[in-house]
């Protein structure tokens, strides 16, 4: 039985209106959440570790609702660029040279990144996701991997070696590790193929993880080829009928937006992507005043170029204000917990991360507020969100695992993870 | 004679056009840039001081073209809201209180800030500027100190006074201390006092440092009472006549673009604060592309919350991609232009610094990239840009002197800073 308690703490539990908690503790055993509230227990009281958090603010660990990781490793390779001739003349000639290693280590290098700016868990669509779920077994984080299932490029991959591989990932990994499938998207899976994923889906229990309506291009493409919107699209294959994490959403009418919300789709918002590659503005008040579920993804490192949740929040907090034209949409407390509950719900995990709650996993965080920057301190949610930075974290953990502490990787050899998967970025990009 | 030499680094000069310099070496003497290139000299050269910058980047100072200092006391105090009811019940009512003493405090929070974001310099408009100038002499850094010409508060001051103010400070203090007259904005103030204070920036040679165009309604408001558009009134009254430092400039037409272009205005474009008080998006692209001399400001930190320019580098990269729908526009080398030479050309100190050239001012900070999210370095600007953050400088100097390195204010005691600042917040916000 391994016991942690972290203390002296300002707990944010993220639980429905809950406020913040001065002076808090959280204990788990096992990995399992199994007390927070205002401190209770004394140092002398015999747990296997003991954490002071010096007035840092605990938190949930945050949920990084889309990336491919991998894409660490063509981190500001091709910037600036229309999306097109990005993916074509760029990313796409690119990625054909991968081989699994280097999925492995690009992978690794994001979870360094990730631990480090507070994020316990993401929803990771790649190539090679075996090399992926290595990966992350060996990182100590939570992940939900899924292969991409492509249409229109080499693909090596069909639905049932995708399912067969996840069935074997469920099979074989620690719970932390929670395989999805992963059809790219409506306009680039034929509709056999996604109504095989539904169906797999369905009766093996698995999520769904697809991009959807991210560009005006691709949903004119599937009304031309379908006559239908993309949302509609799906619905009628069959695939909302599964559990779905849909990236993006760039472009949905208010009928769409209805039926994701009424559906329980879990809408993964990635507002920096969107920025950079021109995709345009999700439409995420409505979203959320119509009680869709909504968390925040970073998207890949190439489109992004950070996998940092906390400044996802601070973007999704800002952009929509200045889009819409009004400053009382996306509150500080809405952009977190789009990080945070709203994420793990997006994902589908809400009862087991997201909030901290007795019978949770221990997956969280400790932010400092020490610094000039995020002094004084008047509204907490406000400082984490529109003040605060990745670098302000002090701690993760999973599981009551501690991953991270103060630049200091405990279980990971972060030199040598940024030193190999250097050596893949560099012969990948060499021309 | 003090000789400091900075050497082991990767320089970014941000003259025109001028790569990356690998192994590149910078020699200040008495706070002037005597050298920089190539490693030249070596250690036992006998210099006053030498700092290995460990292979970081080695950038200009950082410029920050636009900002309220002192109101980092209200940093996350009122959020969220509209503009009317976040001036007129929150910031105004509080404002209201401020002693000389807060003002002091205030703006030593905000250096403290900025100097650990690599920000060497600032255009400051507040009330009590006296106390912000002091503030400004002991933190060490470079500043553009005014005071608030406003026509519709109970203002402490008028343009003979400011003026005044403004001569004894540039009698009194070092070089560094560049003061300006700061009349608020076109609708805030009467003609006669516009005019008043270009007549008195032309006679002693200050520039002025205005608000403009910075809502619909603003414009709207001056349009109606004198028939013309901010740009053009301002032109009639002959303020332009006066190198002036605009902030915001979010609602211009094309004619007031090539005026501003044409006339030499520096425009201080704020992103963030432009987002998160719902004010519109500038059209920086179309500015860029005509030519007018564009500088990134943070404004205050209650409508930020940050003073950080990589942050508000990276934000105007991607917002403008958005908002255009074209991915190519505000690229990362223009971002960074924008946040070093812009802000300086902005701010009429383009001959003193925002570059590394001999003869300028050894203004500088280094930023490490050894972290994983700053790995693998495909491109220096995009990396700066879109993966770097405040928290990777390492390393911030002002005419030669270090000011901040790894956490550590050599000439500061940012304890005393935070804690003193923090009664003064306490105590303007207590209700």
Known sequence: MATLRVHNATMLTMCDGAEPIHGAELVSVDGVIEYVGPERDQPGDGFDEQIDAGGAVLLPGLVNAHTHLAMTLLRGF?????LQEWLTEKIWPTEAGLVEEDVYWGTLLGILEMLRAGVTCYNDMYHYPGAGVRAAIDGGIRALPSG????????????SSATEFALQTRETSPERIVPMLGPHAPYSCTPEMLTEVAEAALEHGFSI???LS???????????????KPVAYLEKLGVLNAHVTAAHCVHLDDGEIAVLAERGVGIAHCPTSNMKLASGFARVPDMLERGAIVGLGTDGASSNNRLDLLGEARMAALIHKGYAGDPRVVNARQALEMATIGAARAIGLQETIGSLEVGKRADFTLVSMAEAHNQPLHNLCSQLIYAAEAGDVVLTAVDGVVLYERGAYPHLDAERIIAR?????????RS
Chains 1, 2 share one sequence.
């Open 214 to 228: 991210e560009t005006v291009n691709e949903v004119e493409q599937v009304e031309q080829q379908t006559g239908m």
């Open 209 to 211: 993880h697809i991009h």
């Open 78 to 82: 091709a910037d600036d660029m229309p």
């Open 421 to 429: 998967a250097n050596e893949s970025a560099m012969r990948l990009t």
């Open 148 to 159: 991409v299932l492509l249409q229109f490029v080499d693909e090596r991959r069909d639905v």
